[in-house]
Nanobody, 123 residues
Framework: QVQLVESGGGLVQAGGSLRLSCAAS????????MGWFRQFPGKEREFVAS????????LYADSVKGRFTISRDNAKKTVYLQLNGLKPEDTAVYYC????????????????WGQGTQVTVSS
């Protein structure tokens, strides 16, 4: 099993930035593709960004492209999501996921999830 713990969420004003972190417990972290998803109240969890196991490939949802950046540090067993230019509509619970695949961009491809971290953007 892979245990994931997200951190870095909080309350910021529109236009501000946050950096989310997701720490993994497993020694074999480097073989997993990692992703960030978010969930709005009453909605299904949706894709935000993903990064391949090596960090060589990244994908972003159109809604965050150009504003968010995903990265990973395999030595630290951590994946990050830098959120810039935040908008009130970005307010959601953000989840980190781990996939047994080398590359994964859909919810079904992820095997493990963190507990989520709340991001709230005020006007």
């Amino acid at each position: 099993q892979v245990q994931l713990v997200e951190s870095g969420g909080g309350l910021v004003q529109a236009g501000g930035s946050l950096r989310l972190s997701c720490a993994a417990s497993e020694r074999t972290f480097s073989i997993y593709a990692m992703g960030w998803f978010r969930q709005f109240p009453g909605k299904e969890r949706e894709f935000v960004a993903s990064i391949s196991s090596s960090g060589g490939s990244t994908l972003y949802a159109d809604s965050v492209k150009g504003r968010f950046t995903i990265s990973r540090d395999n030595a630290k067993k951590t994946v990050y999501l830098q959120l810039n230019g935040l908008k009130p509509e970005d307010t959601a619970v953000y989840y980190c996921g781990a996939s047994g695949r080398l590359v994964a961009a859909t919810r079904r491809e992820y095997d493990y999830w963190g507990q989520g971290t709340q991001v709230t953007v005020s006007s």
